[in-house]
């Protein structure tokens, strides 16, 4: 049963534009969510994250957006860049957890 | 630099074959973990240690083995490799509470024939 789901395998944005990457989950004691970012051929890197007492978590270009009544959160990124091009994880986890529990990915490509 | 480091970075096995995954960190953190990621599957948990002395199984821990060594090193045993083991592995460590994320390491490529 997947628990975090990351629908979109891929998506393509022109540079310059807003990039919506989604996530949904199932697990309703999740309280906490985390972006990880991967370049080929490197382990994945912390982004931001969110805590499930917000609905929003800003960092830069970068923002997290979660709608705890529909299990579901999104990261966006204004303006996109050609360096934002990677693999983006969704994670999740719940207070007293020993692990993190993670999407599938989405492939995320700027455009020139 | 600070960091997880895993070797080897690239293997490729013989079905049948054993090796060990290594991965070593730094940063005296207390939890370390080997996932696995597969096209489409996105990062599933094998094993994961959350102190020294201690270990428990994820999400697909079949066919593997794991040894906490001490607080710094955490390995990843295939006794008889499979096809299905082919993989990108990634360790990674964590200091108390996972709501601080991870730090992973760069991955070990393995491809088993």
């Known amino acids: 049963d997947q628990q975090v789901k990351q629908n979109s395998p891929s998506l393509s944005v022109q540079e310059g534009r807003i990039s919506i990457l989604n996530c949904d989950y199932t697990?309703?004691?999740?309280?906490?969510f985390l972006w990880y970012k991967k370049y080929p051929a490197e382990g994945p890197t912390f982004l931001i994250s969110?805590?499930?007492?917000?609905d929003k978590n800003e960092d830069g270009r970068f923002t997290v957006f979660l709608n705890k009544s529909a299990k579901h959160l999104s990261l966006h990124i204004v303006p996109s860049q050609p360096g934002d091009s990677a693999v983006y994880f969704c994670?999740?986890?719940?207070?007293?957890?020993?692990?993190?529990?993670f999407g599938q990915g989405t492939r995320l490509t700027i455009n020139p | 630099n600070a960091g997880v480091t895993q070797t080897p970075k690239f293997q490729v096995l013989k079905t049948g074959q054993s090796m060990t995954l290594q991965c070593a960190q730094d940063?005296?953190?207390?939890?370390m973990y080997w996932y696995r990621q597969d096209p489409g599957m996105g990062l599933r948990l094998i094993y994961y240690?959350?102190?020294?002395?201690?270990?428990d199984k994820g999400e697909v821990p079949n066919g593997y083995n794991v040894s906490r060594l001490n607080k710094r090193e955490f390995s990843l045993r295939l006794e008889s490799a499979a096809p299905s083991q082919t993989s990108v592995y990634f360790c990674?460590?964590?200091?108390?509470?996972?709501?601080?994320?991870?730090?992973f390491g760069s991955g070990t490529r393995l491809t088993v024939v």
């Open positions: 969110i805590s499930s007492i917000k």
């Open positions: 990674a460590s964590n200091a108390d509470g996972v709501h601080y994320g991870y730090t």
């Open positions: 994670a999740a986890t719940h207070q007293g957890a020993q692990k993190l529990v």
């Open positions: 240690s959350a102190s020294e002395g201690t270990t």
């Open positions: 697990n309703s004691m999740f309280d906490y």
């Open positions: 940063m005296n953190h207390n939890s």
